[in-house]
């Protein structure tokens, strides 16, 4: 229950540590795999991993960080309340994975150069910063138009697919370590239990991880992966590093900027709205923040972080209401943008590699998805769930398909023929209908679901501007499209348009009765 008081907001409070430790955490996890993915993958020198790059990032996530511990600062102190949790940000997930294997991978590899393959990153978050700020400006009114359980519903979609599910399958790639960590976070987070002298659940799960990888090593068991081989390589890339202009590189990687564009500006719209769900989920949980601030504050941050050498762009996390229902407040934010710094500028993230079991941390973000999912249901009327669980639908097509191609690269086929696509079908798999069904799936999953909360309104009108607003999209490649361009999915735009036909004709020939009062449409502007 929210309290309110007439006194200065509390910058920390007792259970922000919860929050932090969570959250922090959760941090380091992408941080270790954007390391990771840098070394091994693009095989950057540790000087442009340790020296340029993870400066650069430290310096946007501590901007980022701070700004959105600055506005749940002046929410809370608008408001009188003292419970008013700042918005979880932090390096987006889903385009650490794009910028590295769609843009920057291909042209290190084109050109034998990682520097190269660096620029084009930066390049393209040079564009998608750009969009973000331009966007900010018309999200409130999309925010407005749009039912809240389309936009809680997409957000579900990812949080059940990209979120929750890989750390629950890595949970049980070592289960010694992954299900008691898990449980151990349970017991607290969900079922109300406090260690023995506050000590946050997520320090406990992380202990324990520690101390069941390591003893493990004692029995020649090596549960987590961990060696005093490796700790002690670690210490290599100890040093200080700050942020060093790269205004030059980002020029640099003009020269590619037909591949950039092709990416850059789809999953800037994809920045759009998956912000717009973010800031709808933190509404849902009693804190309302402008959505023109927190997108323009997303562009910014990560033009900065641009310009200072860093190739991945800064986002709103999903999550907000898990981390408020941690005892998150404002603190939070704000400290962990300063370890942030000190992992980044101070080479610690190496040394954490070798210490902590990434399975260990993956419980906490199997318990931020299963509260973004249960959040789509929770905060939408019952009449709702239909369109919430349609939603769901093009991100569980995005997963299998992310997986079919994983399995598909493992063993060296690159691209699926016709032929193979026959057999997959014979098999079970409907590659052509996964690879249609997931293209832009945070966009196709609000459209289905706000077409389907209208039609459960009785709005048929409603329902079928957006059955044209997905003609549109679809035409143009933004939905069930590898890339942008005309008459990408034609048979799919003329499918949604002639639902949007069917829709208004259905609105203006045909009688319908009007749903109860309890079930009507809630847009995020009520």
């Known amino acids: 229950m929210a309290t309110t008081t007439a006194q200065r907001p509390t910058l920390w409070t007792p259970s922000d540590w919860n929050a932090f430790f969570g959250f922090g955490t959760n941090i380091l996890v992408n941080m270790l795999v954007l390391t990771g993915l840098l070394r091994f993958v693009l095989k950057m020198p540790d000087q442009l991993v340790f020296g340029r790059i ?88 999309i925010r407005k138009i749009t039912p809240r359980a389309a936009l809680l519903g997409t957000l579900a979609g990812v949080s059940i697919t990209f979120i929750s599910m890989r750390p629950a399958l890595e949970m049980y790639m070592t289960p010694i370590i992954g299900i008691v960590c898990f449980a151990i976070i349970m017991v607290s987070w969900f079922g109300g239990y406090k260690y023995p002298k506050g000590i946050p659940a997520g320090l406990v799960a992380i202990a324990a991880g520690m101390l069941i990888a390591w003893g493990s090593n004692l029995f020649g068991l090596g549960y987590g992966g961990l060696s005093l081989e490796k700790l002690t390589g670690a210490f290599a890339n100890f040093g200080f590093s700050v942020p060093v202009p790269a205004v030059d590189h980002v020029f640099s990687g ?36 402008p959505t023109t601030q927190v997108l323009t504050a997303d562009g910014v941050v990560s033009l900065i972080g641009c310009l200072m050498g860093n190739p991945f762009i800064n986002a709103v996390y999903i999550g907000h209401p898990g981390w408020k229902a941690m005892g998150g407040r404002i603190g939070y934010s704000a400290a962990t943008g300063l370890m942030v710094i000190v992992l980044s500028w101070f080479g610690v993230i190496a040394l954490l590699l070798s210490l902590i079991p990434v399975v260990a941390i993956s419980p906490i973000l199997l318990y931020i998805g299963m509260l973004i999912g249960a959040q789509a249901f929770q905060e939408t009327p019952k009449s709702h769930a239909p369109a919430i669980v349609l939603a769901l639908v093009p ?23 016709e032929e193979l696509v026959n057999k997959m079908r014979n098999e079970g798999v409907l590659y052509r ?62 499918s949604y348009l002639v639902v949007a036909a069917l829709l208004a004709s259905c609105a203006k020939l045909a009688p319908v009765t009007t749903p109860p009062a309890t079930e009507s449409h809630h847009s995020s502007g009520d």
């Not at 037909?258 to 804190?287: H, K, Q, W």
């Not at 991100?395 to 023929?417: D, E, F």
């Not at 209908?433 to 706000?450: D, K, P, V």
């Open 254 to 289: 003009f020269e590619f900027l037909g591949i950039i564009l092709v990416t850059a500006i789809p999953f800037g719209i994809y920045d759009l709205v998956e912000a717009m769900d973010n800031v709808e989920s933190a509404e849902a949980a009693g804190d309302a923040f």
């Open 433 to 494: 209908g996964l690879e249609l069904l997931s293209g832009g799936s945070i966009l196709t999953g609000l459209i289905f679901g706000a077409i389907a909360v209208f039609i459960i309104d009785r709005q048929l009108m409603r329902a079928a501007g957006f059955a044209l607003a997905a003609a549109v999209l679809t035409f143009f490649g933004f939905m069930h499209g590898e890339r942008i361009g005309i008459a990408q999915t034609p048979s799919a735009a003329l």
């Open 54 to 141: 993870l400066p650069a990032l430290g310096l946007m996530m501590c901007l980022s960080t701070f700004y959105y511990a600055f506005l749940a600062y002046r929410l809370a102190a608008k408001t009188g309340r003292s419970d008013v949790c700042a918005l979880p940000s932090g390096v987006s997930v889903p385009h650490m994975f794009v910028v590295t294997f769609v843009i920057m991978l291909p042209i290190t590899l084109k050109t034998n150069d990682p520097i190269k393959g660096w620029e084009a990153g930066l390049v393209w978050v040079f564009f998608q910063s750009f969009i973000l700020m331009i966007g900010g400006f018309v999200a409130p009114y």
């Open 395 to 417: 991100h569980l097509a995005a997963w299998a398909l992310n997986l079919v191609h994983g399995t598909l690269a493992a063993v060296g086929v690159h691209g699926a023929s």
